[in-house]
């Protein structure tokens, strides 16, 4: 029998499209030479990107149009064959008409709730930046990443035995010991390169404060804790709303929209602000916001994607590839100035903790099944397997029952007719 086990199926490619993405973003905003700020003051770039990802959310209208356009077609074909009172009960129509009011209103009322958080979470850098009054280059961005996503991961998990009521099997508890020797190796590494300024590669001479750093993560880890209840609160509604990922995208960004217009004029006069964009290579940075916008959008689908087929903390191995990315972006840079090559030890032990956290989470999800040590005993596969073998074990004691039932009632008639001859005689 082989180690691990490799159960992936068809809806795994939305992982490998959403690492892909994810780690050309890194690379392209990381490695590039061009500014790709649209203003010069931070706060006002993060809640341009808050803007942006709304826009993102709003594109998946374009899904929800040809879905329906579809349905109908379907729809359409079905009354040729069936009549008009079969279609209307049937579980597509169920799907976006609900006929209880009380149903409408709850569902809503979870929508406005997803949307008030999902802004919160989105909102939640350039907050910090308002807060703590800190400058980009002040702080070390990677730590503050790897911290808040730490926290994510933690949280998903726990709301999954909480409030999702996953049962933690064996094979559960040590990918949770996996993943957290991963991340507390990963931010020991974060420090050590603080240490070393390896985070500012072109720029030896300015060094981050660990002061301001953990200030602003303070603030920003408000996106670790509240992406993961939104997140549960979408499982939720696959589950019970029956709604798909593009419905939900959709939704999701018109409520979203509609605080974005509440509270944009309200930020813009409370602090009396002045629109001032960058003039240097506008061709280049309106094209990387579109990229950025289109981008944002497939992510989206996608991470709704993974909690509609498999569950909210799957999401998991999709936040992880944001550590990747920046390790591999690291590498690059370090292998671009030769005055840094003792930063490769560092960076390398970065790149294997990302690898490790990574296999443990699809453990967690038993994408990957570990058959030693009793680890595949309660998996799904392994569930299915042990039940299968019972029913083959009961159905060969029936066939045994069956088998044996003839010798009997010969052997029973046998004895009646010894009995009839003795009576006879």
């Known amino acids: 029998m082989k180690s691990l086990t490799f159960h992936f199926n068809k809806n795994f490619i939305y992982v490998i499209i959403y690492w892909v993405l994810e780690i050309s973003y890194h690379l392209a905003t990381h490695l590039g030479e061009t500014n790709f700020d649209l203003t010069n003051d931070e706060i006002k770039n993060e809640y341009f990107f808050v803007i942006l990802l709304n826009i993102a959310d709003l594109l ?50 979870r929508i406005i709730i997803i949307s008030i958080l999902d802004y919160i979470s989105r909102s939640s850098i350039w907050l910090s930046f308002a807060i703590t009054g800190v400058k980009s280059n002040e702080i070390s961005n990677t730590l503050q ?23 933690i099997y064996k094979h559960r508890i040590f990918a949770l010991i996996m993943i957290s020797l991963g991340f507390v190796s990963l931010i020991i590494n974060d ?84 629109l001032e964009f960058n003039s240097e290579n506008v061709h280049i940075i309106v094209l990387i916001l579109i990229t950025f916008t ?14 509609y087929h498999y569950s909210s903390q799957s999401v998991s191995f999709l936040i992880i590839s944001q550590s990747f990315g920046r390790a591999i972006s690291r590498i690059i840079k ?17 790149f ?34 042990r039940g299968e073998l019972e029913m083959e074990k009961i159905h060969l004691i029936d066939e045994n029952e069956l088998d044996n039932e003839p010798l009997n009632n010969d052997k029973e008639s046998i004895e009646n007719n010894n009995d009839d001859d003795i009576i006879k005689d």
């Open 191 to 274: 420090i050590v390169l603080m240490k070393m300024n390896k985070d500012k590669i072109n720029d030896d001479e300015k060094s981050y404060n660990f002061g301001k750093t953990f200030y602003f993560t303070a603030i920003a880890l408000i996106s670790g804790l509240i992406f993961p209840i939104e997140d549960t609160f979408v499982k939720q509604i696959f589950s019970e709303d029956y709604l798909y990922p593009a419905n939900m995208q959709f939704d999701r960004g018109v409520f979203e929209m509609v605080i974005i217009l509440i509270m944009t004029p309200i930020l813009y006069y409370s602090f009396n602000l002045e």
């Open 334 to 350: 370090i292998s671009r100035n030769k005055k840094y090559k003792n930063g490769y030890i560092p960076c390398i032990f970065e």
């Open 294 to 307: 289109i981008f944002g959008f497939v992510k989206a689908y996608i991470l709704l994607k993974i909690i």
């Open 60 to 109: 998946s209208g374009f899904l929800v149009l040809y879905m329906k356009c579809s349905f109908k077609r379907a729809n359409d074909a079905k009354k040729s064959l069936e009549n008009k009172e079969q279609i209307a009960n049937s579980k597509n129509e169920l799907i976006y008409e609900k006929s209880d009011p009380e149903l409408k209103k709850s569902f809503y009322k």
């Open 352 to 385: 294997i903790a990302v690898l490790f956290i990574l296999f443990s989470s699809l453990v967690y999800d038993e994408i990957i099944i570990i058959n030693l040590m009793g680890l595949n005993e309660n998996v799904k596969k392994g569930i299915i397997k």
């Open 145 to 167: 990443k790897d911290i808040t996503i730490t926290l994510d991961v933690i949280m998903r998990y726990v709301l999954s035995a909480f409030i999702l009521k996953i049962v």
